[in-house]
């Protein structure tokens, strides 16, 4: 069983940056595509960015693509996703995710994930 912690939100003005971080443990963590997704109050989980087995390849939702960065590190069994030029639209909670398959396409649906942490609440004020 995959155990899945998220850290690292706040409150930031717009423009600024923040970096979440989602600490795994349970199994061995490489083996596992990872995601992080977030929810606004009132609307459905969005897809934020899908990482492939072993980090090398990557999707991002065009809303955060060149703002948001996703990255590993195995030896510490945490993935991370640096925010950057944040926006109010942006505030959301925040939630990483593992599969225990590699998933198809861009990985877009949360419904495909095994596993979640408990989120972290990104908030940016304008």
């Known amino acids: 069983q995959v155990q899945l912690v998220e850290s690292g939100g706040g409150l930031v003005q717009a423009g600024g940056s923040l970096r979440l971080s989602c600490a795994a443990s349970g199994r061995t963590f490489s083996s596992y595509p990872m995601g992080w997704f977030r929810q606004a109050p009132g609307k459905e989980r969005e897809f934020v960015v899908y990482?492939?087995?072993?980090?090398?390849?990557?999707y991002y939702a065009d809303s955060v693509k060149g703002r948001f960065t996703i990255s590993r590190d195995n030896a510490k069994n945490t993935i991370y996703l640096q925010m950057n030029s944040l926006k109010p639209e942006d505030t959301a909670v925040y939630y990483c995710?593992?599969?225990?398959?590699?998933?198809?396409?861009?990985?877009?649906?949360?419904?495909?994930?095994?596993?979640w942490g408990q989120g972290t609440q990104v908030t940016v004020s304008s």
């Open positions: 990482s492939k087995w072993g980090g090398s390849v990557t």
């Open positions: 995710a593992a599969a225990n398959k590699l998933l198809g396409g861009t990985g877009s649906s949360w419904r495909a994930y095994d596993y």
